[in-house]
């Protein structure tokens, strides 16, 4: 069986920082991608940060400069760095993994279960 973990959140001060992380377990052969994914209150889900295998990185433009993203292929984990933190990135924030696993030999789309970030004073 594959999990996700998320962990890393709480409340933290407007200019804060917080380090999430996203730790994939079970019976993985690859992943590809890892991104990460917020969503606030009463709102869509939305893309945050994404990288690829070889390191290719994208961002939102909102978290540009502010956040990054990385990733440590041999122990199936990807990390969210979050500088300069405001109100607005307060959300609950998903890690995404594209993954080929064991059972099946297909790629498979997999969400942790969410890790709450609070930017408040």
């Known amino acids: 069986q594959v999990q996700l973990v998320e962990s890393g959140g709480g409340l933290v001060q407007p200019g804060g920082s917080l380090r999430l992380s996203c730790a994939a377990s079970g019976s993985i052969l690859r992943i590809n991608a890892m991104t990460w994914y917020r969503q606030a209150s009463g709102k869509e889900r939305k893309l945050v940060a994404a990288?690829?295998?070889?390191?290719?990185?994208n961002y939102a433009d909102s978290v540009k400069g502010r956040f990054t993203i990385s990733r440590d292929n041999a122990k199936n984990t990807a990390s969210l760095q979050m500088n300069s933190l405001k109100p607005e990135d307060t959300a609950v924030y998903y890690c995404n993994a594209d993954l080929l696993r064991v059972a099946t030999l297909t790629f498979e789309d997999y969400w942790g279960k969410g890790t709450l970030v609070t930017v408040s004073s």
């Open positions: 990288i690829t295998r070889d390191g290719r990185i």
